[in-house]
């Protein structure tokens, strides 16, 4: 915005008046891509445009200061609408016309804080970030105001002449013309025509230049075009005519060009007949008294040629410009003006020279023989012979340049003044205010004439007291500044917080004005607040977050109360965002925040500490089976169902509860011990758990676990067994399952249910997966030696595992490709949980492993979330549906229907069945009946190890009944 800024007001510093504005609205379009700006100014209680762009709607630019857009901007400063402009203002026919849908709008203050004008920018397209654009105006619509302000100044400054001219035209008191240039017609007073010496009707621009002297008609001519063409806006000539009776003249003539918006639309003037004014003639005495008194003139007198060559120098003029006589009188007047400024003035010299002009005079900077620059005030006459011919040049040079740079530096001051940001308040010796600035108004919403002379008590808020105030005059008395934030009023009755500084003047020791320099801190209160919130509170809830949480219950700690910390988790949660989406989950996530507000104290306190995880802090509960009736409470909240993506979804959730003092009394114990009982309840699959002493003690255990779990992978201290699978059609045992077990020296066998979880939260799951494929790809190929060919080998793989191979799963392949083994050799078992969680990435690594040659099977279906939608959609080849389907079938009618239902779906996608805890031989025998591929349970086999398994698959030829009755023998 600030280079858009710098941009505009860089161009603007170049133009004025109306082609000002023209470039305003032009800019403006360009820096916010606005389809129309306009700029109005505002009078007797009307808008009239005064630039519009693009300039082909300047005829429909007719707003209304009652039912537009722009009588907001007139009543409240500034106005947006960033949509539905129309149906907003539904009598507005400009609005229709432009087919604007979006506006913003400023209104434009002279230096007295009036309105006017306004500028507005209007969108055909909704415009969400019109704050930005609304930056943009505030910073442009003070300069635009003022220069507004100046433009009709100068309209205003020039009426009263035009009504006089007008006046005396019709009186024929002076020699006045005008021309339309369009249509040619002259009209002409009558002391013109009598000037003249010709009838009216027979004046014509033609005949008038004819009578113009031959030397100096080329000259006149050149200037009336320049003012045709817009090169010039006014001049004033004199020159020799001959009248239409052949009488010889000198005249003195003024022009002047108006303009509108296709040009200039009419030249006029008036003529003086100088004829009469004899040049000045001196005696010997004159001439002596006028050279004294040039030489002696406190300001520079000097005398040039036509050539521009300077003849002679008064001394004041040598000491102005650091030369002595004769180094000027070697030098022209190029030599000691500035470049730039003698281009400027190159013309109004040649002008004299031609006799165009008899006298001119403007300021410009000189040189001095330093090399420093000088302002001066330049005077320049044409001095002609006793012949009336151009003789020769005099110029007074005034120095002007201490008054020039102080005007600078006063101007600067007074635009610095006026553009601050910061208001600026002046007040005398009694505190009574004398001055403000346009900020002041801005602010405040008070104008000058309405505070000066009153204390600036008059934007007391009340908030503060008077001990307040007296610290602050003391302070200025006795260090003469004071600084601080303040509340104050605006004229609206609306309070607001000010950064202010006031400092005082003194005349010796006696204070004569205070000087209160403050600025509008609302946005900054409001953006700290925001900083606050963002630091302090959930985004997603709005609820305290996990730092401040912890910050109160410490605070709780350190006072001795007696508290209960709870901690809730939803159970399960991670599903719900991977089988919906993330918003989906935003969603829960908010209205379960809203529930649990809704079932706890005012006194009590709610915070998200985590993804999915709550913490409560409630005060005065003492004992056990108080917290465990808060509890029960607070989870009796998830028995109605959540409403999300128009679907009633039912969720869980667990609580860990600890007391304090009972269990603690610094936050974080306490809030370790919460944890420690959620997770004690998830573990146990209970919905509140009460923390006590023993689960520390389970801690401690689960730790030195995770270090002997380590030791173990570390040593190579782990092992396999292998379950075998029956293929039903065959008969035969053509698969294997990789299961890994550990033997720890003192707690004996560990089950994998108690073991894998710890490597997960260790981070001990890479290198345990790194084992397991190690070792059964070795032990299948010592099989395969064994004669046993068409065995494949089933190894589970963890959803941490996939994460952390590359996309084309080389590191599994290479291991494969190790012990001789193909990719069909294997078959990789991965979770729901994984399809779930499954982005591009994991896809690519499914396809990778499949391309290769290796098969994929879900284990453990119908466990998890369940979602067929994924078997749809994933290149899957195998389905293991869990034991728990199994366990009560043929004989339970519904489990049965289900399970029938699952293997005809997964039959339909092409997949086919694994049966996992197969114990019974009606359960193989349902089975069988229904088609499922694959079998596997303790009724085949359970699992075994390398060495019992040879003889086992030595006994896969006599088939599936051998095996039974084998089985059977070994039972009895």
């Not at 002391?191 to 009707?201: A, F, G, T």
């Not at 040049?279 to 036509?306: C, I, W, Y």
């Not at 006590?692 to 255990?701: A, F, G, I, N, T």
Request: net charge negative; hydrophobic share 40%; charged share 25%.
């Amino acid at each position: 915005m600030l280079d858009s800024v710098y941009r505009i007001v860089t161009g603007l510093s170049e133009v004025s008046g109306v082609r000002y504005f023209d470039r305003f609205v032009s800019d403006i379009a360009k820096a916010v891509d606005a389809d129309v700006v306009i700029v109005c100014q505002y009078r007797d209680d009307a808008l009239q445009p005064v630039s519009v762009w693009p300039e082909s709607h300047r005829d429909s630019a007719v707003l209304s200061c009652y039912d537009s857009p722009c009588a907001v901007v007139l009543e409240q400063g500034e106005a947006w609408f960033s949509d539905r402009l129309q149906q907003l203002f539904p009598f507005a026919d400009t609005l229709v016309m432009w087919d604007a849908r979006a506006y913003a709008g400023i209104a434009l203050r002279n230096a007295s804080g009036q309105i006017v004008g306004l500028c507005g920018l209007f969108f055909r397209q909704p415009r969400p970030d019109l704050e930005r654009d609304m930056g943009l105006l505030r910073m442009l619509a003070p300069l635009a105001g003022r220069e507004l302000a100046l433009t009709l100044q100068d309209v205003s400054t020039a009426e009263p002449y035009r009504r006089w001219l007008d006046h005396y035209r019709s009186q024929a008191e002076i020699a006045a013309w005008q021309w339309d240039p369009r249509s040619q017609k002259l009209d002409a007073s009558q002391e013109l025509c009598r000037l003249l010496e010709c009838e009216p009707s027979w004046l014509t621009p033609e005949r008038w230049l004819a009578m113009v002297h031959d030397q100096e008609r080329q000259a006149v001519q050149d200037i009336c075009w320049q003012l045709v063409s817009g090169q010039r806006e006014q001049c004033m000539l004199e020159y020799r005519i001959v009248t239409a009776k052949g009488t010889l003249k000198r005249v003195r003539s003024q022009a002047f060009a108006d303009r509108d918006e296709n040009g200039v639309s009419r030249l006029h003037g008036v003529m003086q007949d100088i004829t009469a004014v004899a040049p000045l003639s001196l005696s010997t005495e004159g001439r002596q008294f006028v050279n004294v008194m040039m030489a002696h003139a406190p300001v520079g007198v000097g005398k040039l040629d036509l050539a521009g060559n300077i003849l002679w120098t008064n001394r004041t003029l040598q000491q102005m410009l650091g030369y002595e006589s004769h180094e000027l009188a070697s030098l022209t007047i190029e030599a000691i003006n500035h470049p730039e400024d003698y281009e400027l003035s190159l013309p109004r010299y040649q002008a004299l020279v031609r006799g165009e002009e008899q006298v001119f005079s403007m300021e410009k900077r000189y040189l001095h023989k330093s090399g420093s620059t000088k302002w001066g005030r330049v005077t320049v006459t044409l001095v002609p012979d006793e012949q009336g011919n151009p003789d020769y040049l005099m110029g007074v040079l005034e120095d002007i340049d201490s008054a020039k740079r102080d005007a600078e530096q006063l101007r600067l001051s007074h635009r610095v003044y006026d553009n601050l940001s910061e208001a600026i308040v002046v007040c005398d010796a009694e505190s009574r205010i004398i001055s403000v600035n346009p900020a002041f108004e801005q602010i405040t919403g008070y104008r000058l004439d309405e505070v000066q002379g009153l204390k600036p008590s008059i934007l007391k808020s009340g908030l503060h007291d008077q001990a307040f105030y007296a610290d602050m005059y003391h302070a200025l008395a006795r260090v003469g500044v004071w600084r601080g934030e303040v509340w104050n009023k605006r004229k609206n009755g609306r309070i607001y917080p000010q950064q202010l500084m006031i400092s005082c003047l003194r005349d010796g020791q006696r204070i004569t004005q205070y000087i209160a320099i403050f600025s509008d801190i609302s946005q900054s209160k409001l953006a700290e607040q925001k900083l606050v919130n963002q630091a302090n509170y959930d985004s997603l809830t709005g609820l305290p977050n996990r730092w401040l949480f912890v910050r109160c219950l410490s605070r709780f700690c350190e006072r001795g109360e007696r508290f209960a910390l709870m901690v809730l988790d939803l159970n399960n949660f991670k599903a719900v965002n991977n089988s919906m989406d993330h918003h989906a989950g935003d969603a829960l996530l908010r209205e379960v925040s809203d529930r649990l507000v809704s079932r706890v104290r005012t006194d009590d306190l709610v915070a998200r500490i985590g993804g999915d995880e709550f913490a409560f802090l409630v005060p005065g509960i003492v004992s056990q089976r108080q917290a465990e009736v808060f509890a029960k409470q607070v989870i009796g909240g998830f028995n109605r169902p959540f409403m999300l993506a128009n679907q009633h979804l039912y969720v869980t959730a667990t609580l860990g509860i600890t007391l304090c003092p009972t269990d603690g009394n610094e936050g974080e114990v306490l809030l370790r011990n919460a944890e420690q009982a959620l997770f004690e309840a998830k573990r146990k699959g209970r919905a509140t758990a009460v923390y006590c002493s023993s689960m520390r003690e389970e801690v401690k255990m689960r730790h030195q676990m995770q270090q002997d779990l380590a030791d173990a992978i570390k040593h190579g201290a782990i092992t396999m067994a292998y379950q075998p699978i029956w293929d039903n059609h065959s008969g035969r045992v053509t698969k294997l399952e990789a299961l890994v077990r550990w033997f720890h020296p003192q707690w004996g066998q560990v089950s994998p249910a108690d073991f894998i979880p710890l490597a997960e939260e260790a981070g001990l799951i890479q290198g345990l997966g790194e084992q397991v494929l190690l070792q059964s790809c070795r032990d299948l190929a010592r099989l395969k030696q064994a004669g046993f060919a068409d065995l494949q080998m089933s190894i589970n793989r963890s959803t941490l595992e996939f994460q952390t191979i590359d996309t084309e799963a080389s590191e599994w392949l290479k291991v494969i490709y190790h012990y001789g083994l193909s990719p069909e050799d294997i078959v990789l078992e991965i979770t729901e949980t994984l399809l779930m969680d499954a982005g591009e990435q994991h896809r690519m690594r499914i396809e990778a492993l499949r391309r290769a040659g290796c098969q994929i099977a879900i284990d453990d279906f119908g466990t998890g979330y369940s979602a067929l939608n994924y078997l749809r959609t994933f290149p899957v080849d195998l389905v293991k549906i869990d034991r728990s389907f199994v366990r009560h079938i043929p004989f339970n009618e519904q489990d049965r229907m289900l399970l029938e239902g699952i293997i005809n779906i997964v039959h339909n996608l092409g997949m086919r069945v694994v049966i996992e805890g197969v114990e019974t031989r009606e359960q193989l025998s349902f089975l069988r009946s229904k088609g499922c591929a694959y079998t596997q349970g303790f009724l085949l086999s359970r699992p075994l190890p390398f060495d019992d398994l040879v003889p086992y698959l030595e006994l896969n030829g006599s088939g599936l009944g051998g095996m039974l009755e084998g089985r059977c023998n070994q039972l009895t």
